[in-house]
């Protein structure tokens, strides 16, 4: 199916990610919150706080310290520090604190994001029933099956879950928690890296300049205004609508974009119901014989 017609601009795509993101962030974080708060997450940081600063104290060292300061340290300091972690490892309740604080940031972090992007990214879209999120319903831009049909339940978790959750955010976010506690070299970056480079591709040499999230659910993102679905028709001082009959119309689509007979009705069923359409609108023009466009144009500029 050809959807060089319909096919949103970078820009509108680009701002309405934007506007999600920041709606997710704030989302996750009020998740991410209070599953801190069921978890008892901050006992167990104040455990492990605690601990470092009585071993320090101690010892009379800095066991926060990095490794390039560390290296730096004169020999009898850094046998204090080698003493002071030796202590630290031995205490049974600081490492039962250190290995619940890990286990509980790696639980946090997952289920903030996955109830965020199920909120957002799917129980949203279905709420608004044309599948666009609040950043794409603000830029009118939508999603559609490759197929031409609207985006249903499964389409939404495959796109909104396995695709942006699991994939796009969960593996970049995991690897850079490891960096952050040290477990992972130059690989967690380099992945990373890859990753993101591999988006840039696909949106730039995929022809619906689909990335990984709309390949697995084979979705495309398209200019979508919805004139009256989004109430922007109430600040319009009047609505036209082009009609013609669903025969002719779909004589056009299969000249014009090479649909079979299924495709062409796949596509109508997806779409606004004729009827109220052409009672939403104040003026309708008709662009079948024996009317022509031109015509029923220059009679509504007449009007």
């Not at 060089?4 to 509108?12: E, G, H, I, T, V």
């Not at 879950?161 to 380099?190: D, F, H, Q, R």
């Not at 090479?258 to 997806?270: Q, S």
Request: with cysteine; net charge negative.
């Amino acid at each position: 199916m050809d959807w060089d017609l319909q096919k949103a601009s970078m820009w509108k795509r680009i701002s309405a990610f934007l506007f999600d993101g920041i709606l997710l962030g704030i989302v996750a974080v009020l998740f991410a919150w209070g599953l801190s708060a069921l978890t008892g997450y901050d006992r167990y940081s104040r455990t492990v706080t605690e601990s470092y600063a009585r071993y320090s104290e101690m010892y009379g060292v800095d066991l926060q310290m990095t490794l390039k300061e560390y290296e730096a340290l004169p020999q009898e300091e850094a046998k204090r520090v080698d003493e002071g972690f030796a202590a630290l490892n031995a205490d049974e309740t600081a490492l039962h604190a250190n290995r619940m604080m890990m286990e509980l940031s790696v639980l946090i972090l997952s289920l903030g994001l996955f109830f965020a992007y199920l909120a957002m990214e799917f129980i949203v879209p279905l709420k608004l029933g044309t599948g666009q999120t609040l950043g794409k319903k603000i830029f009118s831009i939508g999603v559609m099956r490759l197929e031409g049909l609207s985006v249903n339940g499964p389409t939404l978790f495959v796109r909104a879950v396995l695709g942006k959750y699991a994939i796009e955010t969960m593996v970049p976010a995991l690897i850079l928690l490891m960096i952050y506690w040290g477990v992972i070299g130059v690989v967690g970056p380099a992945v990373i890296g890859l990753l993101l480079v591999l988006q840039i591709i696909l949106l730039i040499a995929t022809k619906t300049r689909s990335p990984i999230h709309d390949l697995l659910a084979k979705t495309v993102v398209i200019d979508a205004p919805l004139l009256f679905s989004s109430g922007l028709d109430k600040i319009c001082d009047v609505t036209a609508r082009v009609y013609a009959p669903e025969e002719i119309r779909a004589e056009r689509i299969k000249a014009r974009d090479n649909l079979t007979d299924e495709e062409i009705a796949k596509r109508f069923a997806a779409q606004a119901e004729e009827t109220r359409l052409s009672q939403q609108a104040d003026i309708v023009i008709h662009n079948y014989p024996p009317y022509t466009l031109e015509e029923e144009i220059r009679k509504f500029c007449l009007c």
